[in-house]
């Protein structure tokens, strides 16, 4: 079993940055990989960025890519999101999920097991 916490998440104007943390607890963590969803309202969830349970592969949506990093920290069991340049459609809650069973990263929510309570992101226009 895998605990998520999300943090970090703010009101911020656009072209701002914004840093989201998830702590992990539990058995597990530190052999699985890791995303980042998000869902604004009315919207489907959707795929945001992954890293493999080494830290060495990552993948990212291209609305997304070159704007945001997503690193981990097994030692600390942390993972983060690095958000620049946020633009306004940028706003949503984010998830990060844990996902114990591939040893590549998905961009499928429905791959992913275990899942934070979410953290709200609003980038003002």
């Known amino acids: 079993q895998v605990q998520l916490v999300e943090s970090g998440g703010g009101l911020v104007q656009a072209g701002g940055s914004l840093r989201l943390s998830c702590a992990a607890s539990?058995?597990?963590?530190?052999?699985?990989?890791v995303g980042w969803f998000r869902q604004a309202p009315g919207k489907e969830r959707e795929f945001v960025a992954a890293?493999?349970?080494?830290?060495?592969?990552?993948q990212y949506s291209d609305s997304v890519k070159g704007r945001f990093t997503i690193s981990r920290d097994n030692a600390s069991k942390m993972v983060y999101l690095q958000m620049n340049s946020l633009k306004y459609e940028d706003t949503a809650v984010y998830y990060c999920?844990?996902?114990?069973?591939?040893?590549?990263?998905?961009?499928?929510?429905?791959?992913?097991?275990?899942w934070g309570q979410g953290t709200q992101v609003t980038v003002s226009s």
């Open positions: 539990g058995r597990g963590f530190n052999s699985s990989a």
């Open positions: 999920a844990a996902d114990s069973v591939r040893w590549i990263v998905t961009t499928n929510y429905r791959d992913y097991e275990y």
């Open positions: 890293v493999t349970w080494t830290g060495q592969t990552t």
